[in-house]
């Protein structure tokens, strides 16, 4: 055998010049690196080739997942099936404890001096100062008060006379006096505007994609097991999110979703529901879907599922059972209590009153006004602020002495004022049960932390104070700016610029930067952290209150750090709670950025609510869902505010 004349492997020779042939002249070197490439064998050359177009390959693929680090997704889609869970790319590095007598944060409330007495210290004049809420409301009721041909003005909370009517959205563009470091120019905003609300959709689309595989048509996605819970079995996650793709401008998403409500969607099962989730969630995202997309399929949907509630207004008290069996007709407390929840059966007001104006039938609007018209009358209140429970058979409070403004109260307080908008703000007792309430609040709730001075709304038990709040309180900071923009006392501005930024500061402090459930602050001179977390409850669940405030904080100030802020938050549900094969889990723990611990779980008001606030804040546009137009359920499917013409309230 003679050895082949042509090598079967690669070689590439770079030799140097031959001695004597030195030239320096551009045209030899091209003419010797030519002749070379023509020396090489076809073999040797197309190997060449491959390897330039590799390489090429390669450097494309790291540019672009480069920029993607860059843009502030993870990287744990390339990561592989058994890993993966939520590993961050960099921890978050907790900032150095404070000092004591440090202002390390920004807009930091003044210091207060705390006394050495045991139980809570005095707050501040600044936020008790603006008297009663009857005083309160005799100049709203002033302000209301309309002369013929007068326009109707108070007092806002930027401190000009306001058009109530026309209520203004936002500051217009150079109002904003602040001095934020979130301030920029117009250029840089629109950039950051489309990059940001694109990263939502981008978040949107995963949480779909994970849905649409694993658990379509399911109530809820169990990412990480890739399957799915069932809580109601009506489709849950796919109805709540039906106006977050409508508002996200997700057409195919939302055409997939419309067709399975008309073929597969059926109320007419032997279920047992629960009143409240299913009039927010269900009802109300089918309300607010017929109204954004005007298609009567949505609405003859919420008209079934409205009537097939309405068994749970049979009681003895005509205070709403929790449960109900849209397929029987029947409808029950808690097997373990003839209790119904405050919050739960307060907070179905707006959709049954839309329900009612839409149909033109009386009855819905009728039942739920008779809930408000008893809790409005009840004894058992402290300054306007309601226990947690109510009993369906004697209609009274029960478990008195706890007053809360997070779970099982927090809706209660939000749909007065709402419930006052959506009329119109005609309907005077909810504004002064708002009025009073948030006075309610100041007077018995309000406390300041140490070292920091964070505002912050605790609790009350029997007399005594618990510097106890829960992530759910964060919808307050928004629902104050809303009364305020809608001529309510400035101080409620005042008041929700603090909480909103307790708010954050119940993100920024935790190492994965995501609040937990519940926080307790510190009160004690000497403490070296405001913001303490019990193991038990350090969860998140993707919840959307602070974002939901965030959202109505900068449409009333257009103050750009309520943007950043939220920005900073995406980035961390990103970083911490996205599950690769799709979708979005709650965690388990907030403080351990190594391993929050994924619960497996993807709440529907992830996409119902927490995604589509992300989307709104950083849209610039005041029309997109106007708050004068439009008041959002406590589930943020958005309904119409009655036009002045409209059949007025019962
Ligand atoms: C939602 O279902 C509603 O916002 C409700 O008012 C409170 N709980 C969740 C979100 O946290």
């Not at 097991?225 to 999110?241: H, Q, V």
């Not at 008195?400 to 749909?415: C, V």
């Not at 609790?459 to 629902?479: A, I, N, R, W, Y």
């Not at 610039?620 to 013409?645: C, G, M, Q, R």
Request: hydrophobic residues 35%; charged residues 25%.
């Amino acid at each position: 055998m003679h050895a082949p004349s042509r090598p079967d492997y690669v070689s590439i020779h770079f030799t140097g010049q031959q001695p004597g042939s030195y030239n320096n002249g551009k045209q030899w070197r091209r003419q010797s690196y030519w002749r070379k490439w023509k020396q090489l064998s076809r073999l040797q050359r197309s190997l060449f080739l491959f390897m330039l177009v590799l390489l090429f390959i390669c450097g494309l693929a790291s540019y672009s997942s480069v920029t993607k680090q860059l843009r502030g997704f993870t990287v744990r889609e390339q990561e592989t099936e058994s890993n993966i869970l939520l590993k961050p790319i960099k921890p978050h590095v907790l900032p150095e404890p404070v000092k004591q007598g440090q202002d390390p944060l920004a807009e930091q409330p003044s210091q207060r001096k705390l006394s050495n007495k045991r139980g809570p210290p005095v707050l501040p004049n600044r936020l008790q100062k603006k008297g009663n809420a009857s005083n309160i409301l005799s100049e709203v009721k002033a302000a209301d008060i309309k002369k013929e041909g007068e326009e109707e003005r108070v007092i806002s909370w930027r401190g000009a006379v306001i058009d109530t009517v026309q209520a203004t959205e936002g500051a217009k563009d150079g109002e904003n006096k602040e001095d934020s470091p979130g301030n920029r120019n117009i250029n840089q905003s629109k950039v950051l505007e489309t990059e940001r609300m694109e990263a939502v959709r981008e978040s949107f689309r995963h949480a779909w994609k994970g849905y649409k595989e694993y658990a379509w048509g399911h109530d809820e996605l169990r990412p990480v097991s890739r399957s799915y819970s069932e809580w109601f079995g009506l489709g849950l996650t796919l109805i709540d999110a039906l106006d977050t793709m409508w508002i996200l401008e997700l057409k195919q998403e939302f055409e997939e979703a419309r067709e399975w409500v008309a073929s597969e969607l059926t109320f007419n099962k032997n279920v047992d529901v629960n009143l409240f989730e299913t009039t927010i969630r269900i009802l109300g995202g089918l309300l607010s879907t017929y109204h954004l997309t005007g298609d009567n399929l949505f609405l003859d949907k919420a008209k079934d599922v409205g009537s097939r509630l309405m068994p749970a207004f049979n009681t003895q008290s005509k205070i709403p059972y929790s449960d109900v069996n849209i397929g029987k007709g029947t409808a029950h407390p808690p097997r373990w209590t003839s209790d119904s929840t405050v919050a739960e059966v307060t907070s179905i007001q707006l959709e049954f009153r839309e329900l009612s104006r839409l149909t033109q039938d009386p009855q819905y609007q009728a039942a739920v006004a008779e809930v408000m018209n008893q809790v409005h009358k009840l004894e058992g209140k402290l300054d306007g602020l309601v226990p947690m429970f109510i009993n369906t058979n004697s209609g009274q409070f029960t478990h008195q002495g706890i007053y809360t403004l997070g779970a099982r109260a927090d809706s209660y307080y939000e749909y007065l004022l709402k419930q006052w908008i959506q009329g119109g703000k005609k309907e005077n007792q909810f504004l002064e049960d708002y009025l009073q309430a948030i006075e309610g609040v100041k007077k018995n709730l309000l406390q300041k932390s140490s070292p920091n001075g964070l505002v912050f709304v605790g609790e009350l038990s029997h007399g005594q104070f618990s510097p106890k709040m829960d992530h759910l309180v964060c919808f307050l900071p928004g629902t104050l700016a809303l009364g305020a923009h809608n001529g309510l006392p400035a101080d409620h501005m005042d008041l929700a610029k603090e909480l909103m930024h307790t708010c954050y500061q119940m993100y920024v402090q935790m190492e994965t930067g995501l609040s937990p459930e519940i926080v307790h602050f510190n009160m004690h001179q000497g403490s070296v952290r405001d913001i303490e977390v019990k193991p038990a409850d350090r969860h998140n669940l993707l919840r959307p209150e602070t974002v939901e405030s965030l959202f109505y904080l900068y449409r009333f100030t257009k103050d750009r750090k309520y943007q950043d802020w939220g920005w900073k938050i995406l980035q961390n549900f990103n970083k911490y709670t996205k599950v690769s094969s799709g979708g979005y889990t709650s965690i388990n723990n907030v403080c351990d950025p190594d391993y929050p611990s994924p619960r497996d779980k993807m709440e529907s008001f992830f996409l119902g609510e927490t995604l589509k606030y992300f989307y709104l804040l950083f849209s610039e546009d005041a029309d997109l869902i106007s708050l004068d137009k439009y008041v959002f359920n406590t589930e943020a499917h958005p309904l119409p505010i009655w036009p002045p013409a409209e059949p007025q309230p019962l």
